[in-house]
Every structure is written in structure tokens, then in C-alpha cells.
DNA sequence: CACAAGTTTTGGTCAGATCAAAGGATTTCC
DNA sequence: GGAAATCCTTTGATCTGACCAAAACTTGTG
């Protein structure tokens, strides 16, 4: 039992995907489409509401939908709203929490592992980042995050820089509640440096080690915010 | 700029998370909803269309939506579809099965780093299912399965399992297309076997090379086939 | 050539209607 | 009495046609 619905997804996935509808490209109007597939709007609004979940096209209220190529972007952004309802929870934040720290200990010992030499050299760009907006918390936090996003870089696989957009996009609202002081700055910057030197060193157990200790303080920060907020 | 349909959808999702519906309960019908809300059916449906995507209701065909309890197995079925775009293309499956190994790698390394010994007996008991199971190939998958994700359970966080899922529902596909025979069945229960030690053994650095070992040569398998089916 | 005003197109929403499947309620039959 | 077949109401899926306001396009003007 197929719905006229499906029989709209499945025509424009297909146009899609073959590049006839290219990135970028607006979407033939409703009205256009329902010639084309001989359906009602209904279904045509039905079809366009399901490919925006699916990623493959991006829509804004009264603008015609766009075309997009689907990536791994696009899946954690469709994620976003269901993740978001599990942040209402406490021990929500904290399962995701614990997922990125086992995410990003793998990562460090891998890094120190495998990385390359211009690896190391765009972890100490981004590590002397992190020591000029020391003082500056809403800098830090920049700089900070792409300290960390190096790191999913070096695997060269593309669903871990989409996988650190998630971490960060889900968890900012629970970070920057958060009291941030330059003294954190400095305890995160010492952190940092010494998961840098751990991976200089081809040393994964330390590099897992330094960053376990830097995620578990951070999560301290998180937590005890919580506990203040109630 | 809010549109109607977002009012219904605040509504609806409000009185899911409030428990006035509750799990398992059918949603009121369409036309009773356009009566509470003062809302057109158009809206309405497109309101449900929206929930269903967030895995907050369950949908299927002529049949009354369901209210769910959001969970991370929600989350991951949301995310199905537009993962099913990104598995069209090899390079899409390679990064997907990568993404895993690098998971498992690091999960057996926690395994042997803190496996309880309730889960050594989970462990122990999947092994002995695969063994049954090595001449009955269907059956083998299954088990093969579990014992992986007896591995997915040792962290205690609810996010692991969702992934476990999520991995094996995308790469399935992949996987049953791919010539499974008994010579591979045992292939696969010798490098279980190999994992079940280091892990006995509390020795992450062998654990997660067997690990490593296992994937990889599983990869090579589905690979071949990739090669075959052109 | 840029910019403002006017016109057409198009997405968002509504109202009302049809149809076939789902879900009960009812009756039939062992 | 309980399982199975049958009837009837509800309800999801789809269609038609319409209206409005915001976008997108066109045109006139400085």
C-alpha cells in the first residue's frame, strides 16, 4: 500500500540525486510540481515536508525550498531537533557528554597514533589561538572549539567533522550557561597544551590520559552549573 | 515569522512531554485536533508530518499515529532516511563502516580497560551463541550481531545501543549482500574469540588490535563484494 | 546603473468533499 | 460461549478551489 506521497518523494530523490535538480537550485514551484506528478498539493507539500527531513532540501517559511547535496552536515542538522528533545533531560546531557569524551579520548590516541606533520602543525596553529584569547572568554570558546575540531579532522573521515557540528551545536546551550571565567580559560588552555605534547610525543595512552582529564574537568564546570541553575 | 503549523506542533509536543499522552497512546484524530487548535486539517497534518520526524509519533499508513516516548532508538531511526542517501555511494559506505571500526576499536579497549564481570559472562555467553551457531549461517549473523553488542553495553550509556543499532540497520544491507559462508562464520568466531581473551585478559592494547583485525578483514569481505557487483 | 514602485508568482492556510481502509459493533455459526 | 464472518461508523489520504500576504520579478524613474 503506497501513498501518492511517496510516489512524489521517490520522483524528486531521484531527480535530485541524478543532478537534474542541482545544489543550490530552487525547487519548481508546488504548482509546477503537481502538473508533473498529476497530484494534488496536499501531497506535493507532504512530499517537499518529508525531503527537508531527509536533507535534501533546505526550506525556509515562505521561500522556495532549495536544493541540497546531501551530506553528513545535513543528517546531524535533521538530528537536531529529535537530540534536542533528549537535552531536556539532565541525564540526557549527560549521556551525550560521556559520548563525546569517549569520542574525542579515541580520537586523541589516534591523532597521537597517526597524524600527520601538518596535523601537528594545525594543532599548534590552533593551540596558539587558544593562548591569544586567553583572556578573551568569547573568543576562547572560538578558538577553543577549533582546537578541538582539528582532532576529528585527522581521521580524514568526513562524518567526524560532522559528528564534532553535532557535539558543539547539541551542547552550546548547556556551555555557555556555563560560568566562564578567564581562570577556566587558563585550565582548559593548560589542557590543551598538555594533549598537544602527548600527541607531539607519539604517546596515545598519554594523549587519551591528558584529554580523559580535560573533558572530565570540563564536565565538572557543566555539572556544577546545573546544580546551581536547580 | 511563525507559522500555524508551529503552534500546533509546540501544542502537540507540550502535551506528549507533560504525559497527558501518554507512550503507546493513539493520537486524538485529525479532525478532532483541527477542533482544539482551530487550525485547518492542512495544518494539522503537516503538524503530525513534523512530529513523526522528530520521533516523537510513530506513523504508518491509514493507521492513528502513535505516541512515542522519545529515546536515542528514535533518534537513530529519525536519522535513517538521510543516512540511506549517504549509503548510495561507496565512499559513503566505506566512512559509515569506518566510523564503526574506529567505535568498536575503542569500545574493546574499554571493555578490557572495565568490563564488569557481568558483562565477561554476557560476553562469554554471546561467544558460545556464535560457536553454536558457526554451520547455520543465518543464525550466525544474528549472534554475530549480539556479541557486538554485548560490547555497546559496557559503557552504561543509552547512547551506545542507539548506535549499535544504527550501525548494523544502515550497513546491513551492505552486509547480507556480501557471500557469507561457513568458512567466513569461522573466520569471524576465531577473531571473537581472540577479542574474548584480550578483554579476559584486561589488556586493552590487544583487545582493540583484535579488534581492529576482525573489522578490517570484515571490510575486506564486504569490499570484495562491492568488487564483484561492480 | 541603481533604486523605487507596481505586478505576478507562489507559499501558507482554510473550507468542504470523496473514498477506501481501519476499528468496532453485531450477528452468524460451530 | 467463543471464534469467525458481516455491517457500519470513524478516520486517514487525497482532491478541488479559493484567499491572502510575502517573495520574486518587471518596469519606470532619476
Known sequence: MRRATDHVI????????????????????????????????????????????????????????????????????????AVRQLLGTPEGVESLFRTRIFVERALAREAAANARREDIAALRQALEANRAAVEDTPQFYVTDRAFHRVLYEIPRNPVFPAVHE???????????????????????????????????????????????????AAWGFVRETFAEAG
Open 10 to 81: 521517490a520522483g524528486l530523490e531521484a531527480r535530485i540525486s541524478s543532478g537534474e535538480l542541482a545544489h543550490g537550485e530552487r525547487l519548481p514551484s508546488e504548482r509546477a510540481l503537481m502538473a508533473e506528478f498529476g497530484a494534488s498539493r496536499s501531497v506535493i507539500r507532504e512530499a517537499i515536508a518529508a525531503l527537508s527531513n531527509r536533507g535534501l532540501v533546505l526550506c525556509r517559511p515562505r521561500h522556495r525550498p532549495v536544493v541540497r547535496r546531501p551530506g553528513y552536515e545535513a543528517v546531524l542538522e535533521v538530528t537536531g531537533p
Open 166 to 216: 553535532g557535539f558543539f551545536n547539541w551542547l552550546r546551550p548547556h556551555w555557555v550557561k556555563m560560568n566562564q571565567t578567564v581562570a577556566i580559560n587558563r585550565v582548559n588552555l593548560a589542557a590543551h597544551e598538555a594533549i598537544y605534547e602527548a600527541i607531539l610525543a607519539r604517546d596515545p595512552d598519554a594523549a587519551e590520559a591528558a584529554m580523559n582529564r580535560h573533558l572530565e
